[in-house]
């Protein structure tokens, strides 16, 4: 089903065929849609586009004048900001992964399957709603996408709302208020982090600690730090990060995980700026800025579970940023791609090998649970394991294999537990799997892939520690 307040957006229809305008057309409007445009000459495109607000468009490849490469080819240089999606044959499918490279937000094969084609239409609606929200609240307007300070070089992207955060990072750094980053394990908060405090062009070093997983009386050695004496084996004091930060950033990852009485000390922090190291009775100063990362909506968490402290989610989120899942920005995966196939043949010492249209496009359809980091260990992987300089759907399919396959390609068989096995799994099997997946997006890391489990770390651990003594 699509919102109501989907249905009024626009939608323009880009074909030389005026059957296939007056079939999608129809489609739409039984669909509810009640702003659809068409769109017959392809050179037409951008004069139609000038009088539409925040439009969808449906582009076919196959036209004279201009092809739809051609035309998507102008669009991403003087309307980025607009989602686009392929239409297709099964013969011009190398072409539609060439459009993906393009920045297409998606492509879809005729015949059109019904399911897919709402399925794509709604995703790339909420995207442009979304990326024009962005766009609106910090006055942003599309020029060249250029972005003058060498931090968000480090974050591969040519997403809109991508480059809405950049222009919010440029408004905030210099405030030196907390932020707080929500996004999924693995979509890039730390990044993100970074970028701030480099923008902020702050003198002190940006010092990150994952909380997940420490107590109290550990997370606050670790933060404040120590007298001597504090505790039994304490012979001397200690630092902690907070002072290791001073005048910088100090990150603090995972914060939805944080107990009670942390929650409360975390609060004094930040607002009455001072900390008292264990053991001391004399404050100290904090003179660091304080970013948190989440992957959590730490909001629901605090005012419908009572979670988390609400007080403590107004002071962190004086300045909120919500990174999108690397699903919502599919137009990235292929410069990620690239990208991450660079790092990996340099770190290895091997020449960078070549991805082919089918396996780009075997990425494509991927739905990554796992983010940007379950991107990055399927590359690496396929890096490591390609022989001839050529990466092909195969070596991508091998992997993508140990993942759950979308419903799309799993229709035709008898069941989707045997086409992923090669047999109907056991209860055994099954969690094996699930604990391995969920290291592999976590890049191993045991907090984080207990959490997607929905066990406990300490289970999770049992667990693996048995299979290893197995």
């Known amino acids: ?22 079939a999608y057309s129809l489609l739409l409007t039984s669909m509810g849609f009640r702003n659809v445009r068409t769109v017959n000459d392809s050179r037409l495109v951008l004069a139609t586009l000038e009088s539409m607000q925040s439009p969808v468009v449906f582009l076919d490849l196959n036209m004279p004048h201009m092809t739809g490469q051609e035309v998507l080819r102008q669009l991403k240089v003087h309307k980025p900001q607009i989602p686009v999606i392929i239409i297709t044959a099964d013969s011009e499918i190398e072409t539609a992964v060439e459009c993906l490279r393009l920045g297409a937000h998606d492509y879809l094969v005729k015949p059109i399957d019904l399911k ?42 040519r ?24 996004g999924e394990t693995g979509s890039g908060k730390e990044l993100i982090a970074r970028a701030i405090h480099e923008v902020s062009n702050l003198p002190g070093e940006f010092v990150a600690v994952d909380i997940s997983g420490l107590d109290d009386t550990l997370l606050s050695d670790t933060l404040f730090g120590h007298t001597k004496g504090a505790y039994t084996g304490a012979d001397k004091s200690r630092s902690g990060l907070i002072e290791k930060a001073a005048n910088g950033t100090l990150f603090l990852d995972e914060i939805g995980d944080l107990a009670e009485v942390s929650q409360v000390k975390l609060l004094r922090l930040l ?20 970013i948190t990362a989440a992957n959590k909506d730490l909001s629901k968490l605090a005012g419908q579970d009572g979670e988390f402290r609400m007080d403590l989610y107004y002071r962190l989120s004086t300045h909120l940023i919500r990174v999108p899942p690397l699903r919502d920005r599919r137009e990235d995966i292929p410069l990620l791609v690239e990208h991450l196939i660079g790092e990996a043949a340099t770190t290895m010492n091997k020449k960078v090998p070549a991805i082919s249209n089918q396996a780009l496009a ?45 419903i799309a390609e799993t229709e035709g068989a008898a069941n989707p537990l045997e086409s992923l096995f090669g047999h109907f799994p056991t209860i055994e099997e099954l969690i094996e799997y699930a604990i391995e997946s969920a290291l592999v997006v976590t890049d191993n890391n045991q907090s984080q892939a207990s959490r997607l489990l929905g066990v406990s770390r300490q289970a999770l651990h049992k667990r693996i520690k048995k299979r290893h003594e197995g």
């Open 1 to 22: 089903m699509i919102d109501e307040k989907l249905k009024s957006c626009q939608i323009l229809l880009v074909d030389d065929e005026q059957a296939e305008l007056d």
């Open 116 to 157: 897919m084609f709402s399925s794509a239409l709604r995703n790339a609606l909420e995207i442009g709603l979304l990326r024009n929200e962005v766009m609106s609240l910090k006055g942003i307007s599309f020029g060249g996408g250029e972005f003058s300070h060498p931090a968000f070089s480090k974050i591969v992207t």
């Open 159 to 182: 997403s809109p709302i991508m480059l809405g955060i950049f222009q919010y990072i440029e408004s905030i750094a210099a405030s030196g208020l907390p932020a707080l980053i929500l």
């Open 271 to 290: 607002q009455e700026k001072i900390y008292y190291p264990l053991g001391a009775d004399q404050p100290k100063q904090c003179h660091a800025r304080i």
């Open 362 to 406: 075997r990425l494509m359809r991927h739905p990554f649970w796992g983010n940007v980091r379950e991107l990055k260990a399927y590359i690496s992987d396929a890096v490591a394991r390609c022989q001839h300089g050529h990466i092909d759907e195969n070596l991508i399919g091998e992997r993508l294999g140990g993942a759950i396959p979308m």
